[in-house]
């Protein structure tokens, strides 16, 4: 039986050229165990399983992002652990929230660089440059895409 359907699921890929979707059971129980080796509390990573899958974006990149942060900020970890940090909380929390202080820390500074390095050419006045607060919003929109 086991073999039967083996090889039906190779077929499957091979006639539509694609790996097929995972069922939904199974793909909240695959989230959870990834997340539970992360925070070691299974309550906490069903909460975040299902988080993941009531996002907007594809389910592979979220898990991905908030499974990296996780095991690259321990403060961050460790607060989820605690309960400082709801499950929702976290959720809602954007990548550059996620990261590692140090982390922050360089963004935020390339940032500024970034923001000095920016002129305008003026066919009248020469170079201007453009207010902060324009390339900031600018910056943001570029790191969110």
């Known amino acids: 039986m ?4 083996l090889l039906l699921l190779i077929l499957n890929v091979f006639l539509h050229d694609q790996a097929p979707v995972p ?9 959870v165990q990834k997340f539970n080796e992360r925070v070691e509390n299974e309550a906490i990573a069903r909460q975040l399983a299902e988080r993941v899958l009531a996002q907007s974006q594809p389910y592979q990149k979220t898990a991905r992002d908030w499974l990296y942060n ?6 961050l970890l460790d607060r989820l652990r605690t309960g400082a940090l709801t499950p929702l909380a976290f959720s809602q929390m954007t990548i550059e929230q996620m990261a590692p202080p140090d982390l922050s820390a ?15 050419r003026s066919p009248r006045k020469g170079q201007t440059a453009l207010p902060p607060n ?12």
């Open 2 to 5: 086991l073999y039967l359907r």
């Open 106 to 120: 360089l963004r935020q500074a390339q940032r500024q660089e970034a923001i000095q390095q920016v002129v305008v």
């Open 134 to 145: 324009v390339v900031s919003r600018a910056l943001d929109r570029a790191d969110r895409s």
């Open 70 to 75: 996780l095991g690259q900020n321990p403060d």
């Open 23 to 31: 069922s939904p059971s199974g793909l909240m129980h695959t989230l």
